[in-house]
């Protein structure tokens, strides 16, 4: 196999590359509080909901808190406030209201 143009403009063969590596706790962002960036955000109106579990599933950020197989509530320390829980509920039991 030919040497291969790096970007930066040299040549570089694959036997000149390092080997790939794995980091053991590389961290998690279960410790970082990101819920500081959002807009936005949901507010759960307990009484309407039906406990359908549609918005559990659809949630990036793993918000959607869940006891005993229940909504419980939102984690408002890691929801970034993007709307999917919102727009997956189908009896609009979340207000999405702007963060003050």
Known sequence: MKDKKTPLG???SWKETTPG????DA?????????EWRSMKPVWN?????QCM??????????ILVEDG?????DYDHCKGCGVCVEACPFNVFDFVKEE
């Open 70 to 74: 229940k909504m419980t509530g939102i």
């Open 54 to 63: 549609l918005c559990f599933p659809v949630c990036p950020d793993s918000s």
């Open 46 to 50: 307990k009484d309407k909901c039906k």
């Open 27 to 35: 961290g998690n962002a279960t410790r970082y509080k990101t819920g």
């Open 21 to 24: 590596g794995i980091i053991y």
């Open 10 to 12: 040299g040549n570089v």
